[in-house]
């Protein structure tokens, strides 16, 4: 089946409101307040190394009066580590406690305390503790909880005040209402920019994923009847998206909250957050190289497997629908015959399928054809789980895999992935009714909604299990 492609592109030359209240461009969108954040994180860790530092180097003076004595300098290399692994997972680095003095400090004090307790712990079970100075390590400690309480609370005041206690970039998505936007808002306005609400058009939706990709927070306004669409169509950004409006039961709302006067309902909880994000990658890059490392010979086999058996290219490059909806090309190792490669992905492969090679039907049954999407995670379109990327054309029946459940353009709040829950529970292969792809779906929004990097490992462990299915064909 065809799909529409309007012609319209983001426009860049949008004008300021006359009230001044808001900043007004389509480029504008793209300056995320991340790498703000990240920096006020780093500036943080570093003022909590620091603390604990001079903290140490006090306790030292306090018992062989001199600050570089080894005795406080290896608390120092025992606790800063500690204390940092728990800093992330504790969220002592985060928007809340940028937003927040008091939970900047408390958060940060309590994980030292955690620290502290456990390095003893641990010098204890080492029976290690005789050894050491407790003048140094009680004066060190309470010197750095001081420090760290201390260092907490200007840092946080300095860092409100010069960021007017705004550290998210939120965007005001406005289609034919006036509305007053809050100071700080990014106002796009649908018409200016090239956005529609129309839920068939992959090049729609990519806009929106690309003009939307930076910022922290969408806010809608606009027409009653344009509301459900909007919602659905914002749904797919990545990100927290809030809709200006009083009627709440038709939406499917997660949330509500009153903004500048107005009710707001919260539509989408928005892709991983920047700690998970990092966790997530670095899971996914450890991974990756390591497949790469130990399967690369097999890789090395399969491809001259393939050039001497059959004509044509070694790797098939596919346009598939990545996290933001935004198209990118998929690798995979070709398995049928170049003349009758499908680019679109219209006819899904079959269990007897006369397009596959001998070599590209073992492939398929072993799942190896997959390995080279282990480049895709390298290059940060794809991660190692996630919901499986689907080609633009893939269909049921007569209907495209979006026509049949407005949900499915949620699934592009993460990054696709070479496996996933859906894969686990042996929802793969062909989709021959409509109910093969509504399992898909609730696997992957089921997946979206209970993220953890814990889930991740268990996917990745058992999906060793479902390698050979019945269904890979």
């Keep these: 089946m065809p799909v529409a492609r309007p012609k319209a592109r983001p426009r860049e030359d949008c004008e300021r409101p006359s009230d001044g209240s808001g900043i007004l461009a389509a480029h504008v969108v793209r300056d995320s307040k991340e790498r703000t954040r990240i920096l006020l994180y780093i500036c943080l860790l570093l003022l909590d190394l620091a603390a604990i530092s001079i903290g140490f180097m006090i306790g030292n003076l306090s018992r062989f009066i001199d600050a570089t004595d080894p005795t406080g300098l290896n608390y120092i290399l025992m606790l800063s580590p500690l204390y940092v692994l728990l800093a992330f997972t504790s969220r002592a680095y985060s928007i ?5 003095v008091q939970v900047s400090v408390t958060r940060s004090l309590r994980v030292f305390a955690l620290s502290v307790g456990s390095l003893l712990f641990i010098l204890f079970s080492m029976k290690a503790s005789a050894e050491l100075s407790r003048v140094v390590f009680v004066v060190g400690a309470v010197a750095s909880s001081l420090l760290l309480g201390a260092a907490r609370y200007i840092f946080g005041q300095i860092a409100g005040r010069a960021e007017d206690w705004n550290f998210i970039r ?11 936007p809050r100071r700080g808002q990014v106002v796009l306005f649908s018409e200016l920019s090239g956005l529609s609400p129309v839920a068939n058009d992959p090049d729609n939706f990519g806009r929106i ?28 950004a990545g990100v927290p998206v809030e809709v200006l409006t009083p009627e709440l039961d038709h939406l499917g709302a997660l ?3 009153r903004i500048g006067g107005h009710s707001a309902v919260l539509v989408a909880p928005g892709s991983l957050g920047f700690r998970d994000r990092t966790l997530k990658r670095s899971l996914d890059l450890c991974v990756a190289l390591l497949g790469i490392a130990l399967c690369m010979p097999i890789m090395l086999l399969v491809g001259a497997a393939i050039k001497l058996t059959s004509p044509g ?32 992905g219209t006819r899904s492969s079959s269990k007897d399928d006369e397009r596959q090679t001998v070599v590209g039907r073992l492939l ?3 799942s190896l054809d997959e390995l080279p999407q282990l480049l895709n995670v390298l290059k940060g379109d794809m991660s190692i789980v996630g919901p499986r990327p689907h080609a633009l054309g893939s269909t049921v029946g007569e209907s495209l895999f979006w026509q049949i459940d407005a949900r499915y353009w949620q699934r592009a709040a993460v990054k696709p992935g070479i496996t996933g829950l859906a894969q686990i529970r042996g929802f793969r292969g062909a989709t021959l009714c409509q109910q093969d792809l509504m399992s898909r779906l609730q696997a992957d929004l089921e997946y979206l909604s209970h993220w953890s990097l ?13 390698l050979v299915h019945p269904n890979a064909y």
């Design 96 to 100: 809340d406690a940028l937003q927040n």
């Design 313 to 344: 290219p070694v790797l098939f490059r596919q346009a598939r629908l990545g996290q933001g909806n935004k198209v990118f090309q998929v690798l995979k190792f070709r398995t049928m015959r170049a003349e009758t490669t499908d680019q679109l």
């Design 255 to 257: 949330g509500f909250r």
């Design 209 to 236: 994923g690309i003009l939307l990709s930076r910022c922290d927070q969408v806010l809608l306004a606009c027409r009653a009847e344009s509301r459900v669409a909007w919602a659905q169509a914002l749904k797919c």
């Design 454 to 466: 814990w889930k991740d490992l268990a996917i990745i462990c058992k999906t060793a299990k479902v």
């Design 364 to 366: 398929r049954r072993s």
């Design 170 to 180: 939120e965007v005001l998505v406005v289609d034919g209402v006036a509305v007053q």
